[in-house]
T-cell receptor, first 116, second 112 residues
């Protein structure tokens, strides 16, 4: 089946630094990808929709200047957490729908971000 | 609203059946999903059901959908210790998009 990878799988950074997380669709093209955030013992919350070749669409309450999304190719979307703070520590998961199919979506393994 | 509710915790003995329940609020959802998340890992799609179905069975998994009550359940037969994980139901409330709304998650613990 289709695979979505994320890199890195975990990262620890100092407060105030920026962190980039990559999401790749390995054997299929994805014009749309999604970024979710999951706090410990909580559900996944959609942060934004990443659109290849155009601006991302952010959910209400998500700061677009803090969470920069770039979808430069049909297989890669990046999420950059700028000026990270401890409250940004979370598990970030991306997903991509199978092209042309609304009933199937593939999730990456997640990236655990810890901001000290 | 778009809240999808699940009970937080379920504990069963190995070999018993597990039933995980989900209540959703958007009756227009076309697809409803069940995902499994093991500790520190991403989500694994277990199964999904189309809204015009009442039941779907896939090996040890049985999904029941009651559209009138907006209730979705996942039954796992012969539950094994490897089934211990968090289970999320999810819906796509907006037709024509891929935007999921996830449930609050049910932590299943299987006792040997």
């Amino acid at each position: 089946g289709a695979v979505v990878s994320q890199h890195p799988s975990w990262v620890i950074c100092k407060s105030g630094t920026s962190v980039k997380i990559e999401c790749r669709s390995l054997d299929f093209q994805a014009t749309t990808m999604f970024w979710y955030r999951q706090f410990p013992k909580q559900s996944l919350m959609l942060m934004a929709t990443s659109n290849e070749g155009s601006k991302a669409t952010y959910e209400q309450g998500v700061e677009k200047d803090k969470f920069l999304i770039n979808h430069a190719s049909l297989t890669l979307s990046t999420l950059t957490v700028t000026s990270a703070h401890p409250e940004d520590s979370s598990f970030y998961i991306c997903s991509a729908p199978a092209r042309g199919r609304v009933d199937e979506q593939f999730f990456g393994p997640g990236t655990r971000l810890t901001v000290l | 609203g778009e809240d999808v509710e699940q009970s937080l915790f379920l504990s069963v003995r190995e070999g018993d059946s597990s039933v995980i329940n989900c209540t959703y609020t958007d009756s227009s959802s076309t697809y409803l999903y069940w995902y499994k998340q093991e500790p520190g890992a991403g989500l694994q799609l277990l199964t999904y059901i189309f809204s015009n179905m009442d039941m779907k069975q896939d090996q040890r998994l049985t999904v029941l959908l009651n559209k009138k009550d907006k209730h979705l359940s996942l039954r796992i037969a012969d539950t094994q210790t490897g089934d211990s994980a968090i289970y999320f139901c999810a819906e796509i409330p907006t037709s024509g998009t891929y935007k999921y709304i996830f449930g609050t998650g049910t932590r299943l613990k299987v006792l040997a």
